[in-house]
T-cell receptor
Framework: GENVEQHPSTLSVQEGDSAVIKCTYS??????FPWYKQELGKRPQLIID?????GEKKDQRIAVTLNKTAKHFSLHITETQPEDSAVYFC????????????????FGQGTILTVHP | DTEVTQTPKHLVMGMTNKKSLKCEQH?????MYWYKQKAKKPPELMFV???????INESVPSRFSPECPNSSLLNLHLHALQPEDSALYLC????????????FGPGTRLTVT
């Protein structure tokens, strides 16, 4: 089955700096890669995603890049703000999404991001 | 409206109790999910329903029993739980039409005493 590794496990930055979180996946057939932000006591919130036919996607201060050859994808947050402090999870969805695997996201272990004012 | 709702927010139950968690979405999504999340860990998939039929059971113990009465509702029936089952239980939904985006509910914080 799929295996997703996420690094670093913790990341501390100063407000205004950039933050980068990296994930690698094992199944070359995976074709959808979402990123979730989870604040303390809250639900995981989908913040950005990318499909395997795209190399980069950007939404305001956040961007995701995908390297299919190396099987890794990264989350980039620019101009970080204290409200970006949260746990971030990457995930991968299988490409063979027939009835037996549709929806079966494999999550990374999470990165605790702290943005200091 | 990208909202999934869950009740109750908190639940404390003894090991001999029977209780149910409820989840509802009105986005027209046809896939619904139950996840278990322990502190500082990623969500762990338990069950997937697609068009009201159970499509994935991740070898979950039978003390957890899912039910999908209709396309908007998802229940998780709990019976004879163990203290290690204490966790945040999250419901999610997605459109199941080639789009994989999953939207999570706020969760039910379950404590088993």
């Amino acid at each position: 089955g799929e295996n997703v590794e996420q690094h670093p496990s913790t990341l501390s930055v100063q407000e205004g700096d950039s933050a980068v979180i990296k994930c690698t996946y094992s199944d070359s057939a995976s074709n959808y890669f979402p990123w979730y932000k989870q604040e303390l006591g809250k639900r995981p919130q989908l913040i950005i995603d990318i499909r395997s036919n795209v190399g980069e996607k950007k939404d305001q201060r956040i961007a995701v890049t995908l390297n299919k050859t190396a099987k890794h994808f990264s989350l980039h947050i620019t101009e970080t703000q204290p409200e970006d402090s949260a746990v971030y999870f990457c995930a991968a969805h299988p490409g063979n999404a027939g009835g037996t695997s549709y929806g079966k996201l494999t999550f990374g272990q999470g990165t605790i991001l702290t943005v200091h004012p | 409206d990208t909202e999934v709702t869950q009740t109750p927010k908190h639940l404390v139950m003894g090991m001999t109790n029977k209780k149910s968690l409820k989840c509802e979405q009105h986005m027209g999504h046809r896939a619904m999910y139950w996840y278990k999340q322990k502190a500082k860990k990623p969500p762990e998939l338990m069950f997937v329903y697609s068009y009201e039929k159970l499509s994935i059971n991740e070898s979950v113990p039978s003390r957890f029993s899912p039910e999908c009465p209709n396309s908007s509702l998802l229940n998780l029936h709990l019976h004879a739980l163990q203290p290690e089952d204490s966790a945040l239980y999250l419901c999610a939904s997605s459109s199941n039409r080639g789009f994989y985006e999953q939207y999570f509910g706020p969760g039910t914080r379950l404590t088993v005493t």
